[in-house]
């Protein structure tokens, strides 16, 4: 009786223990993996949400760059179409001069522009064989421009041509002082005639 009794309680204990442990497991295959695997795929989303966003406000950054240096580029290039037009566009350089003039304190005395000539090698080939030349890139423009005032005043006009918005190349200048100024100086009074070409581009 003893015996049977003892080997009783052993399998209930032994059937008490089992039970525990599938009550464990079930829960922990019901209840607690199921909200680890849910809180893994959450962490997983929001490392991916936070990568992207990395990657996003990279793209960004590098858009407002290449934004910025599009702007410059545009800048530039209306600089370089200013500095050399695609027409003569004389009445635009005659304006140029004469602001020139005023800003140094000159008085213009004749602005004279000769035809547009052809340059490159194309026009050197042409003139060569006589043949005609296709219409040409690239075309430059003499002009004599003749102005009175002091030394210091013709020296800062010339300086004024070549930071103008046109671009200017001065060839040659000449100047002669008046016959009141015996010593040449900055303050003596002055004709100039300097030669100038300004180009086209297409």
Do not use: H, Y
């Amino acid at each position: 009786m003893k015996t049977s009794a003892l080997d009783d309680r052993r399998v209930l204990i032994g059937g008490g223990a089992l039970l525990a442990v599938l009550i464990v497991l079930a829960t922990w295959f019901l209840l607690v993996s199921p909200q680890l695997s849910a809180a893994d795929e959450s962490a997983t989303q929001q490392a991916d949400a936070e990568l992207q966003n990395v990657t996003l406000q990279r793209k960004n950054s590098q858009l407002a760059e290449q934004d910025k240096q599009i702007s410059s580029l545009q800048a530039g290039l209306a600089d370089a179409k200013a500095g050399l037009p695609v027409t003569t566009a004389l009445p635009e350089f005659t304006n140029q001069v004469t602001a020139a003039a005023s800003v140094a304190g000159v008085s213009l005395t004749t602005v004279s522009v000769s035809p547009p000539a052809p340059v490159g090698v194309a026009a050197a080939a042409a003139a060569a064989d006589g043949t005609a030349a296709a219409a040409p890139a690239q075309q430059a423009i003499a002009v004599s421009v003749t102005s009175t005032g002091r030394l210091a005043q013709q020296t800062a006009f010339l300086r004024a041509l070549q930071d103008g918005e046109r671009r200017v190349l001065v060839t040659s200048s000449q100047v002669t002082t008046s016959e009141e100024s015996a010593v040449a100086s900055v303050d003596a009074a002055s004709s100039m005639t300097a030669q100038v070409t300004i180009f086209t581009g297409s």
